[in-house]
């Protein structure tokens, strides 16, 4: 492949149903510590940028990331109807996917994985809770190997121009 860009990043946010006996992400990890399979985490393909956080978690708490009972969804309407309706312990997922349950409280978001809080979401780090852990979760642009300088040149442009305007800015606004 050819990178051409890295757009955006997005960082991971850790929930639970609204009626979780869960209110910290303390007590969820205590459990989580203490039976590492008695906590299902539901999120997004196999693999992925949710399950690669359970994992990194899960070592930096001295559990083997073999242990994490996570359950994969082919698409976050499928993990979120999971989470919210308390098939899994825990979801997690990226925040644009998560953001209007957590405004609506229809889940509890207990950790996200930024560096610091982000404006306007009242939601403490991981960091802050003692995970030494910061994860984004980027978005780019590829193309194919081999393509000419002219073409890349070309979709270079094309990139620039649409990262400087005003939809795109409102788009990363809106999504945060």
Do not use: H
Not at 29 to 56: H, K
């Amino acid at each position: 492949a050819t990178p051409l860009a890295r757009l955006t990043g997005e960082y991971e946010v850790i929930v639970v149903p609204a009626e979780s006996p869960y209110q910290s992400l303390q007590e969820l990890l205590a459990v989580f510590t203490e039976r590492p399979e008695a906590v299902s985490w539901g999120g997004g393909s196999a693999g992925g940028s949710d399950q690669i956080l359970v994992g990194l978690i899960a070592e930096e708490l001295g559990v083997s990331p073999a242990r994490v009972n996570y359950i994969a969804f082919s698409g976050g309407g499928e993990s979120l109807s999971a989470i919210i309706g308390g098939q899994v312990t825990a979801g997690i997922n990226g925040l644009a996917e998560l953001a209007a349950q957590i405004e609506a409280g229809s889940v509890r978001a207990l950790a996200i994985s930024s560096g610091e809080r982000l404006p306007g979401l009242d939601v403490p780090t991981l960091r802050e809770q003692g995970i030494d852990i910061e994860f984004e979760n980027w978005r780019s642009v590829l193309a194919p190997p081999g393509i000419t300088p002219e073409e890349r040149a070309r979709l270079g442009a094309a990139i620039s121009a649409m990262v400087r305007s005003a939809p795109w800015r409102a788009a990363l606004e809106q999504y945060r």
